[in-house]
């Protein structure tokens, strides 16, 4: 069973960069049975898709928040992370960590999500 | 800009059948499109039912499946509970990209 856990700070200045990790349990991340990825939900709003990345280190984001996305996997600590910067109000969200098989299009297994508040 | 629509509400006594849809903006669903089907409960992570169109989960009740009807992807629960109260968003593959549909509430009266 895969389980993952997402960490960070809770608290964001506006313009500054939004830094996120998700810990992955019960699979590797170099495996390369699943991609890794990021999705967000802002508070009673819907869900938006923001990227993936495989443990190659190829990734694919979201085009309309493309400029600002960084994703990257750290294979030693069994983790992957989001950085999204230029922060504003509108980034405020719950981020939620995922696995993401391409062969089906499935999404399987999410983290139970982190508020990120943008506020100074 | 991509949009991909889902009914804003809808309502089903308990024991009943509804069916909710996904549809694009580009056109008619395929499964091309790959899509997805998650239920979310407040305060809870949303949970996946139903993938590649008709593929469920292994923890997926038998009562939801997948299909396309009329050129848009559809989830019918059939004898609903009263616990599938919820949010349901579809999620739609546009080649390299996802995206989610609005979200459709479903109430159980």
């Known amino acids: 069973q895969v389980q993952l856990q997402e960490s960070g700070p809770g608290l964001v200045k506006p313009s500054e960069t939004l830094s996120l990790t998700c810990s992955v349990s019960g699979a590797s991340v170099s495996s390369g049975s699943h991609y890794w990825s990021w999705i967000r939900q802002p508070p009673g709003k819907g869900l938006e898709w923001i990227g993936y990345?495989?443990?190659?280190?190829?990734?694919n984001s979201n085009p309309s928040l493309k400029s600002r996305v960084t994703i990257s996997v750290d294979t030693s600590k069994n983790q992957f992370s989001l950085k999204l910067s230029s922060v504003t109000a509108a980034d405020t969200a719950v981020y939620y960590c995922a696995t993401y098989i391409p062969q089906g299009g499935s999404f399987d297994y999410w983290g139970q999500g982190t508020l990120v508040t943008v506020s100074s | 800009q991509t949009v991909v629509t889902q009914e804003p509400s809808l309502t089903v006594s308990p024991g009943g059948t509804v069916t909710l849809t996904c549809a694009s903006s580009t056109g008619a669903v395929t499964s091309g499109y790959y899509p997805n089907w998650f239920q979310q409960k407040p305060g809870q992570a949303p949970r996946p039912l139903i993938y590649?169109?008709?593929n469920i989960h292994s923890w997926t009740p038998a009562r939801f499946s997948g299909s396309l009807l009329g050129g848009k992807a559809a989830l019918t629960l059939s004898g609903v509970q009263p616990e599938d109260e919820a949010e349901y968003y579809c999620?739609?593959?546009?080649?390299?990209?996802?995206?989610f549909g609005g979200g459709t509430k479903l109430t159980v009266l």
């Open positions: 999620l739609l593959y546009y080649g390299g990209a996802w995206v």
């Open positions: 990345i495989y443990y190659s280190g190829s990734t």
């Open positions: 590649s169109t008709s």
